[in-house]
């Protein structure tokens, strides 16, 4: 069964797998920063594939993954069949008091609610449960996103604020609703993370894998001709050694429930 159900679940889970394995791999070190030890039980948000799941199994942890993407649940549960995963909004947990932790990596930049998210992540801690979340933070990809929106209106098309599909928060702001909902903030930090997109395509593909929302209702060839012209006006400041590099900027936050 390796189709890609034809759902509106936008996302491709082989296209991940296979050029954007980068997003598992630069999280391993944030497994480290949580720390995790045998028997506790980690609640995964946003697990795409399940690879960091998976670390956490090899760690001796109870771990559980959920994702919003049905297509990235059954990649994660056709590869870790060892492992626990459900289809689940990162604004609609339901657990209550059961982990020791709860881990998050390139994830919550998606959730535009994002007090709703972390009403429910408290709620899924234990006291003194730990939070762990690293994801998009002010002005990430920037450079990217200015250029597509610059060139779809150029092209002609209208952009709406709406459309924009990423909460980019500053550490000031995800720190403030961390506090709001009850946490001590332990640790924050806002740091440049630029990040190699392989090959010639690198660009394209990421297009392709994240930045879809930012295209509705432009048709393919238009849409395809936008490209062409962000990769052409990007390449003299993005594309080094054959590679294409995008600034990513990245937050690490650390919460405990008190
Ligand atoms: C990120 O991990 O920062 C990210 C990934 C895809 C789209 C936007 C941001």
Known sequence: ????????????????????????????????????????????????????????????????????????????????PHIKFRVQNATELDYHKEFDAVFSNAALHWVQQPIQALHGIYQCLKKSGRFVAEFGGKGNVQTITDEIIDQIKVAGFDFKKEQFPWFYPSIAEYSTLMEDVGFRVTFAQHYDRPTKLDGDDGLKNWIAMFGNQLFNGIPEKAKNEIVANVESNLKETLYKDGNWIADYKRIRVIGVKE
């Not at 936008?10 to 030890?37: I, T």
């Open 1 to 80: 069964m390796d189709t890609i159900k034809s759902t509106n679940d936008s996302w491709n889970a082989k296209l991940y797998d296979n050029k954007h394995s980068f997003v598992s791999k630069y999280g391993s070190n944030l497994v480290e920063l949580l720390a995790p030890k045998q028997g506790e039980k980690v609640l995964d948000l946003g697990c795409g594939t399940g690879d960091l799941a998976n670390t956490f199994y090899a760690y001796g942890v109870e771990i559980i993954g959920v994702d919003k993407s049905e297509n990235m649940v059954e990649q994660a549960i056709r590869k870790y």
